[in-house]
């Protein structure tokens, strides 16, 4: 088989001039989206995974490949191990005289602000213009007459409230931007008609103010708009997308985006559970200064969600493109980079962690004491979902393992599922490691499968009908064989992600030296990891 002739996993664009939904069948969840010149750019949530925020681009916005991430660590101390539901929450772009702004909610620190004239290129460093708990969700707006100010929302788990909306000008002070909320106020309460207000949106179009936000919880909800002929309120408001008798539960948070040729359309995220939260296009149009989102068929001003749909009008016709998942380990472009874009660690990176020899990635092991979990590493190098069936095939080259080591290929969610090869003495051991995590408890199940005497193996893993994963092995990556027990596919509880996949290496024994020079570090070789269709 040619294996780099592999198709993507998922293709939205059907190649006839139309398109399906979801356009990204992949976790970036509470998109936010900007249009500059002919480009459009989109940002996503990545709560404690690194690098963070990533930053896909498209000339058509159905067609998105990742491009870049605002930040390679978090900047702070605790994310140096893994911080599950932390982070980095819904962030959102604008551009403004020349300059990209991401605003960025940390749940637990305050709010961030990065910027860069390249969105391909180098991020500044995290400003953070206000620092408390429980802000989330916050977007910049730059008014008529040049005033910036910012919308945001408020977590109840840490601040005590929620369902709320809140506006604050926002200035240059000559340290950075800075948010002076004793000058904004409280601009909607959702308490009555709209519960779980959040991820707010602000716009301007024919003298109104318009705050796009979503009610109603992630899993059930619906589109709010509201607008005023004042940035301050009040605000009236109107539901103006909700699932109706479609497929596409919760529409959920999400980002205006017009065409250079006068389209209008809508980013948004459906939660599916295991696959996490994945991306939606809508058509949208306007009447009597109000957007109708997706299909409105008995004019109530109400939509409902498109599955197939007409192209977005752009001006030209650009390649099928889909976010890279396989990943040979070559040599990139950029020096620092030795894996694609699509991995991100489980916390901020060690240097030691992996490196890229001639022949794959060399995953370097660390220690993993008695009784710790997997699921507490932080050198678990990890990548989204790309479909909701697939198989994933990895070859690993074990001849530079030392006793104690072990490395394997794991599913992460509510179960970290791991199928690991172990060095033990002159053996390898093949053996599946299950962590099952509760908010409370942990339960952890760990057999030994088989014995091999392979310098190289195949391991397999099957996720099904997005529900199940199972695990294969081979000496060759034709012959496999089933081994281990089947686990459920489910979201972490509190993680707010889907379901990742990825590599971890592991030193189980007694004591760990490890030479001076690098490259004779123990290690396990990758040679690939690759995505194909199931079967």
């Excluded at 070559?330 to 874009?341: A, C, K, N």
Aim: net charge negative; aromatic share 14%; hydrophobic share 35%.
């Amino acid at each position: 088989m040619n294996w780099r002739k592999l198709k993507k996993m998922w293709i939205a664009d059907l190649g006839d001039g139309t398109y399906r939904n979801p356009i990204l069948y992949t976790d970036y969840s509470d998109p936010d989206a900007v249009r500059v010149g002919d480009d459009f750019f989109m940002i996503a949530s990545s709560f404690s995974n690194v690098p963070s925020v990533p930053i896909l681009h498209s000339k058509d916005l159905v067609n998105w490949k990742v491009i870049n991430y605002v930040m390679e660590r978090l900047p702070f101390e605790r994310f140096d191990a893994p911080q599950y539901g932390c982070g980095a929450w819904a962030p959102s772009i604008r551009y403004h005289e020349g300059l990209y702004y991401v605003f960025i909610p940390f749940v637990d620190e305050g709010i961030a602000v990065c910027t860069t004239e390249d969105p391909w290129g180098k991020w500044s460093e995290p400003h953070f213009i206000k620092q408390n708990a429980g802000w989330i969700d916050p977007c910049p707006f730059w008014d008529d007459d040049g005033t910036m100010y910012m919308v945001n929302g408020f977590a109840k788990s840490r601040i005590g409230f929620k369902s709320a909306l809140y506006i604050s000008p926002v200035r240059d002070e000559g340290k950075g931007l800075e948010a002076f909320p004793d000058e904004g106020g409280f601009v909607y309460d959702g308490h009555a008609t709209q519960p779980t207000i959040e991820g707010p949106k602000l716009y301007k179009r024919n003298g109104y103010y318009y705050i796009f936000a979503p009610a109603g919880g992630v899993k059930t909800g619906w589109q709010t708009v509201l607008r005023s002929k004042k940035i301050l309120g009040p605000y009236e408001e109107k539901i103006v997308l909700h699932q109706g008798n479609t497929a596409v539960n919760g529409p959920h948070q999400g980002a205006w985006v017009d065409t250079q040729c006068g389209q209008d359309w809508f980013i948004h995220f459906q939660d599916v559970g295991s696959a996490g939260r994945i991306v939606h296009l809508q058509p949208m149009r306007w009447g009597d200064d109000w957007p109708v989102i997706g299909i409105n068929e008995d004019e109530n001003g109400c939509g409902e969600p498109v599955m197939v749909y007409e192209k977005p009008d752009v001006g030209d016709e650009f390649m099928i493109e889909a976010p890279d998942d396989t990943d040979f380990f070559e040599e990139y472009d950029d020096e620092e980079r030795i894996y694609g874009l699509q991995w991100q660690w489980n916390a901020n990176p060690d240097e030691d962690w992996c490196t890229w020899g001639n022949d794959g990635l060399k995953m370097l092991p660390q220690k993993l004491e008695p009784g710790q979990l997997i699921s507490s590493l932080g050198n678990l190098l990890l990548q989204k979902w790309p479909a909701p069936e697939f198989m994933i095939t990895v070859l690993i080259h074990m001849e530079e393992m030392w006793e104690g080591d072990a490395v394997g290929v794991l599913s992460l969610g509510k179960y970290c599922d791991t199928l690991l090869v172990c060095k033990r003495k002159d053996v390898w051991i093949v053996k599946q490691k299950i962590e099952k995590k509760e908010k409370t408890w942990t339960e952890v199940s760990c057999t030994e499968l088989e014995t091999v005497d392979w310098e190289s193996i195949f391991i397999r893993m099957k996720v099904r009908n997005a529900e199940t994963v199972s695990w294969e092995i081979s000496p060759d990556g034709e012959d496999f064989h089933a081994v281990g027990q089947e686990t459920k596919a489910e979201a972490m509880p509190g993680g707010w992600v889907g379901v990742k996949v990825g590599l971890v290496s592991i030193h189980e024994g007694e004591n760990k030296t490890v030479p001076e020079d690098e490259w004779e570090y123990p290690c396990a070789k990758v040679d690939y990891f690759m995505f194909q269709p199931y079967k």
